[in-house]
């Protein structure tokens, strides 16, 4: 009977957390409350199986990136990307989404989008233009290039977490197929958006009038952000060589900065997504109800029948199925849901790494489908609502569903071509 009861909960809390009826938050802790009280697992248990790992390393990179949100940097990086684009607005787009993706793999998706979104408005506003092809094009292109490391993507850290594989061993794995996933997409989202952004000259003079040096305000902090910032990134690429677990290495830069910078920890604290770092432990219950009452063995044996112990079969697959789960469903609770089915079928005898790919690509690059796949899609949904220019469901499929088919299509070329052939 537990069984059953533990996959109820677990279902009632998906299906509110896909609804955006219910805050997300509130459902998952919910939801991880109900697994304890009716006895499937002990509190001691539950909190034991929170991955405490991808909760300080978010924490320690949201510090950071607070911190750098003071510095105006950003807005400058936004405003130059105008200036280098000479005020042409497809250019402009273009560059935008260059620097959003680049951004995303060093700090996650999320944050970059919160970061880069004002400025977008701005921009679009002094251009005449409406922001949604922009903000469109950002958010692509944030679960894109998030996808290519450790720290980009919510579940890459998630999985990076569960097989230990480090940042190096993504960014060498998934960093390729990124880079070529993100020019089809350059030229896809240029022909989508050509007939949309036309420009008088004399606005297209007036942003190229706008001075970036004006949104630094403050050029110590900046100095000593990027060089924390770089050291941090420094700690990611040799952490296994160091012998420290990523969230250790943030936490230290978090600290470091906050130390040299001199600035209060508590309006810093404040700024972290607590939210989101809730959300990621009432998750992790949840789903370690279904793994202690041995649900998800039973999927694992179901799913090794199902493809007869072959690995092309069971990793093309599970690409697919995760690009099609994470386009109808938030990408985060589907891939925390997935982790111990593909740790079963790594233990059924298949080799677990070309499955881990798998899943991080379907994962990040199918949340692109839809405005509800990805934490950043409804970040930028709600950015441009409070602007006056709401997103619309259909009309970011038109767009994010033609881009995730084309990037799981490549994904799938190269999984074959590099670890199944």
């Known amino acids: 009977m537990e069984p059953w009861i533990a996959l109820a909960i677990f279902v009632a809390a998906y299906a509110a957390i896909a609804s955006d009826r219910v805050d997300r938050t509130l459902a998952a802790l919910l939801g991880a409350v109900a697994v304890i009280l009716v006895g499937i697992t002990s509190q001691e248990d539950a909190f034991a199986a929170v991955d405490w790992n991808v909760i300080f390393l978010l924490a320690g990179m949201m510090i950071i990136a607070g911190v750098l949100r003071r510095t105006g940097v950003f807005g400058w990086l936004a405003v130059r990307t105008v200036r280098l684009a000479r005020g042409e607005p497809l250019a402009i787009l273009l560059l935008l989404a260059g620097v959003t993706a680049v951004l995303s793999a060093f700090l996650d998706n999320v944050t970059t989008i919160v970061l880069l979104a004002p400025v977008t408005l701005y921009i679009a506003t002094t251009l005449r233009l409406s922001p949604v ?17 450790l ?40 022909l989508l958006f050509r007939g949309q952004l036309a420009v008088p000259p004399d606005v297209r003079a007036a942003v190229l009038a706008l001075d970036e040096s004006e949104f630094i305000s403050d050029r110590r902090l ?23 677990r990523p969230a250790t290495i943030a936490l230290l830069g978090a600290a470091a900065l906050l130390l040299v910078a001199r600035l209060e920890p508590d309006e810093l604290f404040r700024e972290i997504d607590w939210s989101t770092l809730l959300f990621f432990v009432g998750l992790f219950v949840v789903v370690h109800g279904l793994i202690a009452t041995g649900v998800i063995a039973t999927v694992g044996r179901w799913l090794v029948e199902i493809t007869g112990g ?24 589907y891939t925390a849901t997935m982790i111990p089915v ?26 692109n489908a839809t405005i ?13 609502a409070r602007a006056g220019h709401p997103i619309t469901f259909g009309r970011f499929l038109r767009v994010g569903g033609i881009v995730a088919v084309l990037s799981l299509v490549i994904s799938s070329g190269y999984v074959w071509l590099r670890y199944l052939l």
Do not use: H, K, M
């Open 342 to 367: 593909v740790q079963q079928l790594g233990s059924s005898g298949l080799a677990a790494e070309p499955l881990w790919w798998a899943l991080a690509l379907g994962a990040c690059l199918g949340g």
């Open 310 to 333: 072959n690995q092309a079969v069971a990793t093309l697959g599970l690409l697919w199925v995760s690009g099609g789960a994470s386009a109808l469903v938030d990408n985060i609770p």
């Open 151 to 190: 720290i980009g993507d919510p579940p890459n850290i998630l999985i990076g977490s569960a097989s230990g594989l480090t940042f190096v061993d993504f960014l060498v794995n998934l960093g390729p197929v990124v880079v070529i996933i993100f020019a089809v997409f350059a030229v896809t989202i240029g």
């Open 222 to 244: 900046l100095r000593l952000s990027l060089a924390v910032l770089a050291l941090t990134i420094a700690g990611f690429l040799f952490a296994a060589a160091i012998d420290q």
């Open 133 to 149: 092809p922009f903000l469109v094009a950002e958010v692509l292109a944030s679960n894109i290039g998030g996808a290519a490391t």
């Open 372 to 384: 509800v796949g990805a934490s950043a899609n409804i970040v930028a949904a709600n950015a441009a």
